[in-house]
């Protein structure tokens, strides 16, 4: 009897051993550009499949919101650069703190992630999707190639029996994914017989008040065209966050909008939503920061775009602007159609 208790002692103390070598600490930094909701709930996933993926690590997370500022951003990783232990990686969520994190002068041997980024290209981290960066950075762009969006809002309005093309306000501010965005529609706009872009802007405005005062601003804009619109198109960016906006521009203009690039637009009265799901976002940047920290270098993982898209559409407003939806969209949106 006592040998079989000195054997189960032992066998515990083992395992406990074990466990704790296994158990290995790992530090993960988060920069967030701000606390808008795609990049509160993109990081929420990120941390949970972390975790989930790499059950043998004890993952530490510090988190830093710079407030919609990339100067503050940047005083958050030298704040980082000066700690006693420093990250075994840094991950910076949207592009004001990714554009801070690439041009700070930290440590390079310190591997850098990015998620929920529009444009890494014209950030500089590459010079085409599907390549590495000469920095130690690598990270995904949650925005489709601007092609398939524009290709199933053209499938949805040329059925109209609107003779004309929709005129169709893009609204946007300064901050780098929206104007990258509105670019890139301005671009392919005369490939599309059924859509007239027509570019509505304000400036970026940092802080909690910032979706007020974006707002008005678009509603000014607005009131100082001649044009008459059918609706509009949510760039992607903090604009399209605000919890405000439709509801402000539908008061005021008496227009919904035709496009957008979240659930919750599409819910409040878009016609049709393409959008990546934040959870994805979050789980594939954990598979590359498990890589990461796994031993292999950032700048050996291509940046790439996603492909994954998610559809929906609004009835309600596809009557209302006698717009058709075919069983096509309504198949393909599925669970995501709204009224």
């Given at each position: ?6 054997f ?24 967030q550009t ?6 509160a ?12 993926i790499?059950?043998n690590?004890?993952i530490?997370?510090?988190?830093y919101d ?10 958050m ?5 000066r ?31 990015f ?9 500089g ?8 960066s000469?920095?130690n ?15 199933i ?5 040329t ?6 093309p ?5 609204l946007h ?6 104007a990258?965005?509105v ?35 678009i ?7 001649d ?7 949510l760039s992607?960016?903090?604009?399209q966050?605000?919890a ?21 637009s ?33 700048n050996t ?12 559409v ?5 009557i209302?602007?006698?717009v ?9 949106a ?6």
């Amino acid at each position: 009897m006592k040998r079989l208790l000195s054997f189960v002692f032992l066998l515990t103390s083992c395992l406990s051993v074990t466990a704790s070598v296994l158990a290995k600490e790992v530090r993960v930094a988060i920069i967030q550009t701000a606390s808008l909701p795609i990049v509160a709930n993109s990081t929420a996933a990120f941390k949970n499949e972390l975790v989930k993926i790499m059950p043998n690590a004890d993952i530490i997370f510090d988190i830093y919101d710079a407030q919609g500022s990339q100067a503050q951003a940047a005083q958050m990783i030298e704040q980082i650069s000066r700690k006693e232990i420093l990250p075994d990686l840094i991950v910076s969520v949207a592009t004001l703190a990714t554009r801070a994190l690439y041009s700070a002068e930290i440590a390079s041997d310190i591997p850098k992630l990015f998620m929920t980024v529009a444009d890494p290209i014209k950030e500089g981290i590459v010079e085409e999707f599907n390549t590495v960066s000469r920095t130690n950075i690598t990270g995904e762009s949650h925005v489709l190639d601007v092609n398939i969006k524009l290709d199933i809002l053209d499938g949805l309005l040329t059925p109209s029996t609107q003779a004309r093309p929709f005129t169709i306000a893009l609204l946007h501010t300064d901050y780098p994914s929206s104007a990258s965005s509105v670019a890139s529609l301005l671009k392919l706009d005369e490939n599309y017989g059924s859509i007239n872009f027509v570019p509505v802007a304000t400036k970026y405005v940092e802080g909690e008040a910032g979706a007020v005062a974006m707002t008005e601003g678009i509603l000014q804009a607005f009131k100082r065209t001649d044009t008459q619109f059918d609706g509009y198109w949510l760039s992607s960016g903090p604009l399209q966050e605000s919890a405000i906006l439709i509801d402000s521009v539908r008061q005021n203009m008496n227009l919904m909008p035709l496009f957008a690039e979240n659930l919750a637009s599409v819910k409040k009265g878009a016609l049709l939503g393409v959008l990546t799901d934040e959870s994805s976002i979050g789980k594939s940047a954990a598979t590359r920061a498990r890589e990461i920290l796994m031993g292999r270098a950032a700048n050996t993982i291509p940046v790439s775009r996603t492909d994954q898209y998610t559809v929906a559409v609004n009835v309600s407003t596809a009557i209302k602007i006698n717009v058709p939806i075919p069983s096509s969209y309504l198949k393909l949106a599925k669970n995501n159609v709204y009224h």
